[in-house]
């Protein structure tokens, strides 16, 4: 085989197996986005004193949204929008600022996940005011309204 067919080969391998891993990203982040507000809500209802502030808990929503979070920027790869997804092709067009505004919702959970180790309440509560606006932020700009 020549050179020019191998290449071909190769190149349409990777435009086949494309969609599929598209696909997978897309599942792959549901599942994460949907592990991220589970717990966030439950955090919320402790933060706001809705239900009994438990520590312990607080502490695993804050480490969970931080495992849910890592990597999230690899579950986009191109051509992942549209269908189901409530993403916007714009992330595309302007992935520096996707990444930023990723890289600051996982940087606001850690600090999250230190204050609510630290256990002092002003802290916690300012910092999932953070985890919130970043997370906001970057919803506001690149998902569709469901």
């Keep these: 085989m020549g050179l020019k067919k191998i290449i071909i080969s190769l190149f349409a391998g990777v435009f086949m197996a494309h969609p599929i891993w598209a696909n997978e990203a897309f599942e ?3 599942e994460r986005m949907t592990i991220l507000g589970k717990q966030a809500k439950s955090m919320a209802a402790m933060v706001k004193g809705r239900t009994e502030f438990a520590a312990g808990d607080f502490l695993y929503g ?8 890592d990597g999230m920027l690899e579950l986009f790869p191109p051509g992942s929008h549209g269908g189901d997804s409530a993403a916007k ?26 204050a609510a180790d ?27 309204r469901r």
């Design 62 to 69: 804050a480490l969970t949204m931080h495992n849910a979070m």
């Design 89 to 114: 092709a714009k992330i595309w067009d302007n992935w520096e600022d996707f990444t930023a505004k990723t890289t600051a919702s996982l940087d606001a959970i850690a600090v999250l996940a230190i």
């Design 28 to 30: 792959l982040r549901e």
């Design 118 to 144: 630290g256990g002092d309440n002003q802290s916690i509560k300012q910092a999932f005011g953070k985890v919130g606006k970043t997370c906001s932020s970057c919803h506001r700009t690149y998902r569709y």
